[in-house]
């Protein structure tokens, strides 16, 4: 049995007689009755019907065309497949993030991307973990990268990267050159934070619940929709923040900006690659995964 003589069978059955069968093979009707007949020889069976009126399947042609169907759709996926592959350093990769991964992890993978594959493009489509979810599961993005798992259907989340969370106040603050603060300090000062779909918000809202503080009693001044926007407002005097040390690291060095440990309290948390379940990804895809996991997994 070979791939030719299944593509003749079903040329055969799809179009109901040995001489339209021909046709669409691009073989002579006598090649056609042989294909058909070496297949009933290896398999011991009548597989079709033969007529003044064509063809008609046996209950053993049936089960034959079943799985011919199953085998040449392979065959076409496996065709496929390849050809994407070829094409990889030409295509144009789809990743959504969130604001610390897409600032501070996805970049050095990019940059050993692109010097493999000099031709391919990346669109990097950069919001809160929540846009990022969002954008995967209704396949605007390949695949993303983000700070908190969302549970949602349909999604598979893979672990890369760590991250810390630290308290931080602008120079001058009184707290600035303490050793550490208490928790019970926290309630009383007046806090910036990252809107409801951040991942950061999220990670920091469930540590601190956990650490028994009431997240509801803090004295929130202001919501803000990036990491940039609320270390401006925090240098600026207008409260205090949870950030993640990777995105404060520069201002923390120009002395702008200063780290104060709360005593009890650690936030550190994993970034997560994230696609949709069952669904193959690209070859530059799946070159990025792989890049992600190898470099921060």
């Avoid at 040449?72 to 969130?98: C, M, N, P, W, Y």
């Avoid at 929130?220 to 401006?232: L, P």
């Avoid at 207008?238 to 900006?257: I, K, N, P, T, W």
Wanted: with cysteine; aromatic share 6%; hydrophobic share 45%.
């Amino acid at each position: 049995m070979n791939l030719k003589q299944l593509e003749v069978f079903l040329a055969v059955v799809e179009h109901g007689t040995f001489s339209a069968g021909a046709r669409e093979s691009y073989v002579t009707q006598s090649t056609v009755s042989q294909h058909v007949a070496a297949l009933e020889e290896e398999l011991g069976v009548r597989l079709l019907e033969r007529s003044r009126n064509g063809v008609s399947l046996t209950e053993a042609g049936k089960i034959l065309k079943r799985h011919a169907r199953q085998v040449l759709g392979d065959v076409q996926a496996a065709h496929e497949a390849i050809r994407r592959f070829r094409g990889v350093e030409k295509a144009t990769l789809r990743v959504a993030s969130s604001t610390i991964p897409g600032g501070y992890l996805i970049p050095a993978v990019l940059v050993t991307m692109c010097d493999r594959f000099p031709d391919l493009s990346v669109a990097l489509l950069q919001g809160d973990s929540r846009d990022t979810i969002d954008r995967v599961a209704s396949q605007e993005a390949e695949l993303g990268v983000v700070g908190n798992r969302f549970e949602e259907r349909g999604l598979t989340y893979v672990p890369v990267g760590n991250d810390e969370i630290c308290l931080v106040v602008p120079r001058g603050h009184a707290w600035a050159d303490r050793k550490s603060v208490a928790l019970a300090d926290l309630p009383g000062a007046p806090f910036i934070v990252r809107e409801p779909g951040s991942g950061t918000a999220k990670t920091v809202a469930e540590a601190l619940t956990a650490a028994g503080v009431n997240t509801g009693g803090l004295r929130i001044r202001a919501h803000m929709g990036s990491n940039e926007a609320v270390k401006a407002a925090v240098m600026a005097g207008l409260g205090l923040s949870f950030l993640s040390e990777a995105a404060v690291r520069r201002e923390v060095e120009r002395g702008d900006l200063a780290i104060v440990p709360v005593e009890g309290l650690r936030i550190s948390r994993r970034f997560h690659l994230v696609r949709r379940t069952g669904r193959e990804l690209s070859p530059a895809a799946t070159a990025f995964w792989d890049f992600m996991v190898i470099t921060y997994g």
